[in-house]
């Protein structure tokens, strides 16, 4: 970006002729745009269009769609935030986000075991897995801490093995709740775990309501949002603080943070702990407004939508902001949320249509990281 | 001789390397080879403690090992050339995998059999995994420092791009028809695709000799039954003369200078940018036809996934050989591919066996192979900046 930004400044000077002239302007013009808005941001726009007019034009239900996005933007939110602190310290992605999904999985296995329902159970589920996810995060950053530059490839196989490794612990968990234990055996969890006589839909439900204008319906999960917006308020004062301000100053430039008193170390495991912390109250978030508490293989990849929602909002390896977070999040789980339906209905019951959608959802999220890691520079 | 330099500045921080063993005698030594090798040690004595465990018959043990043998080392040694050239552990293999069942899709609509239809197979892959691997290498040249993640995403991102062509643009976009191996619907390819056209060319390929049968008793002891697939182990065999003898080219040097130091590299006038692609290219070929060679012992093709997991199993069957994402010989891999297959093999029937739960031991398998991956990872990343520290405080 910056490169044809400086192309196009250098020709700017060299009127040839006025044609010319007004063509640079536009070079210009478009360079500028382009670095202000980013690219996979600009795709991802133009795709969500695309889908929303073609939705309009095939008069499908707006309201439910739009209702269904914002749900999905809710439930992931926090774990697209998640990926702020650790950017933020200069540990990079976290990949690792399975860390702190498993630590949240297993306080809202245990919330369930303990037949808790409504928001008891949800902040119950909060609580067990809060001192877990500390924990966890602390070991987690002790790990990255030795392998600084390769944070984010050990990261993802850091996670991969705690999830094979926790499939073992579901087998063999000390559960004797009848609904979470396979029927046959009489032992281990289920695949998923069903939250409906649980604390499903707490969230969702607290203070919701209908917008209906004419044909358009549209329900708003406000708990939800004001849940997520919480703990974006929360994270924006964060960075407002003493120590937020010193995370920032290490992420951007660690010498001048060094020189000027900032306990590197420090910082960087306090922005691993509060990444893993919200990994494991964002799949708690999650799994209420799914329905399901996902076991076993099901954390695998879960890392990988939320990093790519940070990054189409416009966050770099080095840089990301809450509204990035807000931004990304919006454009990208209203894009997954809208393809399926949008791309069924203009096929008209193809059976190619389940598999393009997400097909597309597989090219623009690996796109996506893709392009982030191969934009920054050599260090 | 400019990878003098940097190989020497490599070394001498590591006390485990063979100059420094070759100084001190005896006991030492033996300590330095243990130390050296305490990682295949470690999963020999967990693979003997699985097998006790579960009671495993060698003759079967055996038999399953000489198959596994045949079917995934050459996918382990197309590993060894990238490491060399200082790419890490290449995650981009899956895109050769892909190219290798393009290849195999191909051959399979116009029904070319046996090793003829093998062979055909293997000379399609080569251009689709030299474009992809070219590919592969212009996006790996603008991370350096990241190669290994970004490998593993590109896997992942080409993995839509392969769904997309097969199961959407093939008879939709692509004109193709044959009911056998497509959907109802005519476009895409059915999930699983039947092989017999080709399968166990490569192994049986030398059946009009002799079929590798082996059923005979020593004293009371049996031996066998166990089939080898001598074909494949040929041809495997081939492969690691091919890299070895490739390693002392001219280009093999400059694969290693640039894998000791790309600076210094680009000082002594190698272009880093083409040695790197040169070695990701070969990398994609042999990954082609290593999946290949997998498919045919297979016998059928699971069309979306038989490539996804090719990269982590061939990776971490690597690195229980002993190898490093800096250093990996071809006895790292043969080794590797015996020890990860054994206890892949034995770790359900343990699993069963000890704890009354098989999926115990099929969970357990799934995670040795991600955990050995971190570690080794983590070792790595922890010894290059313990390396890069003393270098700093000029030791």
């Known amino acids: 970006m910056s490169n044809a930004n400086t192309n196009a400044n250098a020709n700017a000077p060299t009127p040839a002729s006025s044609g010319r002239v007004a063509e640079n302007r536009i070079i210009k013009a478009v360079a500028n745009f382009l670095e202000w808005y980013g690219v996979p941001r600009l795709i991802i726009t133009c795709f969500l269009l695309a889908l929303l007019i073609l939705a309009v034009i095939y008069r499908m239900d707006l309201g439910s769609l739009l209702g269904d996005s914002l749900k999905r933007v809710g439930m992931n939110g926090l774990l697209v935030l998640a990926m702020v602190p650790t950017i933020t310290c200069g540990a990079g992605l976290n990949f690792g986000l399975p860390v702190g999904i498993i630590c949240g999985l297993v306080g809202g296995v245990f919330s369930m075991s303990m037949n808790l329902t409504g928001f008891t159970g949800f902040f119950v589920a909060i609580l067990l897995a809060l001192p877990l996810s500390v924990i966890a995060g602390w070991l987690y950053a002790k790990l990255l801490e030795k392998v600084a530059g390769q944070e984010m490839m050990v990261g993802t196989y850091v996670g991969f093995s705690v999830v094979a490794g926790m499939a073992i612990f579901w087998l063999t968990a000390p559960i004797k709740n009848p609904s979470m234990i396979f029927a046959i055996g009489g032992q281990g969890l289920r695949y998923t775990l069903t939250l409906y006589d649980y604390y499903a839909g707490v969230l969702n439900n607290f203070l919701a309501f209908n917008i209906v204008i004419g044909n358009f319906a549209m329900t708003i999960p406000t708990g939800l949002l004001l849940f997520f917006g919480f703990f974006c308020v929360l994270m924006y004062l964060f960075f407002r603080s003493r120590t937020g301000l010193a995370m920032l100053a290490v992420g951007s430039n660690p010498e001048y943070a060094a020189s000027s008193g900032i306990n590197i170390r420090k910082m960087r495991y306090t922005g691993v702990i509060m990444s893993t912390v919200l990994g494991a109250i964002g799949i708690i978030v999650y799994a209420q407004s799914y329905g399901f508490l996902q076991l076993y293989n099901a954390p695998l990849y879960m890392a990988f939508p939320a990093i790519a929602a940070i990054l189409i909002g416009g966050a770099t390896l080095r840089k990301a902001t809450i509204s990035q977070v807000i931004i990304g999040s919006i454009l990208f789980f209203t894009l ?41 520079g050599r260090r | 001789m400019p990878e003098k330099v940097p190989a020497q500045s490599a070394n001498t921080p590591n006390a485990q390397t063979q100059a420094h063993a070759h100084a001190h005698v005896n006991t030492k030594k033996i300590g330095a080879v243990l130390g050296k090798n305490s990682v295949p040690i470690f999963f020999l004595l967990l693979s003997i403690g699985g097998i006790i465990a579960a009671g495993l018959d060698i003759n079967y043990l055996i038999n399953e090992l000489l198959g596994r043998l045949g079917r995934n080392s050459f996918l382990v040694l197309s590993l060894l050339i990238p490491i060399i050239a200082g790419l890490g552990l290449n995650f981009g293999i899956v895109v050769g995998a892909m190219a290798g069942q393009a290849a195999l899709i191909i051959t399979t609509h116009y029904g070319w059999t046996g090793l003829g239809g093998f062979g055909l197979a293997a000379l399609i892959s080569v251009p689709i995994a030299m474009v992809l691997g070219w590919l592969t290498a212009l996006v790996l040249n603008k991370a350096k420092g990241r190669e290994m993640v970004t490998g593993m995403i590109l896997g992942f991102f080409a993995n839509g791009v392969y769904q997309l062509v097969f199961l959407v643009l093939l008879g939709w976009v692509i004109p193709m028809k044959n009911p056998a191996i497509m959907l109802p619907s005519g476009i895409g390819l059915k999930n699983t695709i039947d092989l017999f056209d080709i399968s166990y060319a490569l192994d049986r390929g030398l059946d009009f000799i002799w079929d590798g049968f082996i059923m005979t008793e020593v004293g009371s002891i049996p031996i066998g039954p166990w089939r080898i697939p001598i074909l494949t182990l040929v041809v495997t065999a081939l492969l690691a003369w091919a890299i070895s003898f490739l390693i002392r080219t001219r280009l093999g040097q400059q694969m290693r200078a640039v894998g000791q130091d790309m600076h210094i590299a680009e000082v002594a006038g190698i272009n880093v940018n083409r040695t790197r692609t040169v070695a990701l290219v070969i990398s994609t070929v042999l990954a082609a036809w290593g999946q290949l060679i997998f498919l045919q012992n297979i016998g059928t093709m699971n069309t979306y996934n038989s490539h996804e997991q090719v990269g982590t199993f061939a990776i971490a069957a690597l690195l229980v050989g002993g190898a490093t994402t800096r250093k990996a010989t071809i006895w790292n891999a043969i080794v590797g591919v015996l020890l990860f297959h054994t206890l892949f093999i034995v770790s359900p029937l343990a699993g069963q066996k000890l704890l009354g739960i098989p999926q115990v031991g099929e969970y357990f398998r799934v995670f040795l192979a991600y955990g050995v991956i971190a570690v080794a990872l983590a070792l790595h990343a922890w010894q290059a900046k313990v390396k890069s520290n003393k270098e700093l405080r000029g030791e």
């Open chain 1, 336 to 376: 997954l949320t809208t393809a399926l339906p949008v791309v069924q209905t203009v096929l008209d019951g193809s059976e190619v249509g389940g598999g393009i959608s997400e097909i597309a959802r597989m090219i623009i999220q690996n796109g996506a990281i893709l392009y982030a890691l191969t934009r920054v």
